[in-house]
T-cell receptor, first 115, second 116 residues
Framework: DTAVSQTPKYLVTQMGNDKSIKCEQN?????MYWYKQDSKKFLKIMFS???????INETVPNRFSPKSPDKAHLNLHINSLELGDSAVYFC??????????????FGPGTRLLVL | AQSVTQLGSHVSVSEGALVLLRCNYS??????LFWYVQYPNQGLQLLLK??????LVKGINGFEAEFKKSETSFHLTKPSAHMSDAAEYFC??????????????FGKGTLLTVNP
């Protein structure tokens, strides 16, 4: 059973389109995250939710809107896609989110290519 | 702000040779440090983490790392490289992002290639 899953795995779309990426975790964790990995493999956190509440919101354009319908799901909606949004987006989860020593468990990633 | 720096974006070793991947941290408080591995086209997997319990941390797949406060380092080692170790390795520090919320701040990664 996949602990953290993401759909779709690949996403190719045109500039200006709106797209969503879905993430689900079956670990019973309270906290979920979205990270962006750019073409140089640099990983940066975008958002974090704890029990459906947004707790981390890094300097991300407001075209990106996360939504957490329940604590097992965290979706990422992107409006008006731009070329610079092309990246790999990783979802992750951790048990509580309030402990510095917690391990984060990552999904397989969604590879987004904007043409 | 807490950060990590990985020295060397690419390390190449022969199969059976020692693997040494370098990570230095910057932190005003005792850090929690992690090493993650990313195999091609996959997500990140935890190799090991330092949580102040012991300075020498053993992880999966024969990897270990030693926390050295005097050198602000947390280098990753493996005595004998295997072809299957070829991957991207990330050092990360857990940093406070406000209140009781924590995030991982990653280094830029080190690509390990293993030559037969």
């Amino acid at each position: 059973d996949t602990a953290v899953s993401q759909t779709p795995k690949y996403l190719v779309t045109q500039m200006g389109n709106d797209k969503s990426i879905k993430c689900e975790q079956n670990l019973g964790h309270d906290t979920m995250y979205w990270y962006k990995q750019d073409s140089k493999k640099f990983l940066k956190i975008m958002f974090s939710y704890n029990n459906k509440e947004l707790i981390i919101n890094e300097t991300v354009p407001n075209r990106f809107s996360p939504k957490s319908p329940d604590k097992a799901h965290l979706n990422l909606h992107i409006n008006s896609l731009e070329l610079g949004d092309s990246a790999v987006y990783f979802c992750a989860s951790s048990q509580e989110g309030g402990l510095a020593r917690e391990t984060q468990y990552f999904g397989p990633g969604t590879r987004l290519l904007v043409l | 702000a807490q950060s990590v720096t990985q020295l060397g974006s690419h390390v190449s070793v022969s199969e059976g040779a020692l693997v040494l991947l370098r990570c230095n941290y910057s932190s005003s408080v005792p850090p929690y440090l992690f090493w993650y591995v990313q195999y091609p086209n996959q997500g990140l997997q935890l190799l090991l983490k330092y949580t102040s319990a012991a300075t020498l941390v053993k992880g999966i797949n024969g990897f270990e790392a030693e926390f050295k406060k005097s050198e602000t380092s947390f280098h990753l080692t493996k005595p004998s490289a295997h072809m299957s170790d070829a991957a991207e390795y990330f050092c990360a520090v857990s940093s406070n992002s406000g209140g009781s919320n924590y995030k991982l701040t990653f280094g830029k990664g080190t690509l390990l290639t293993v030559n037969p």
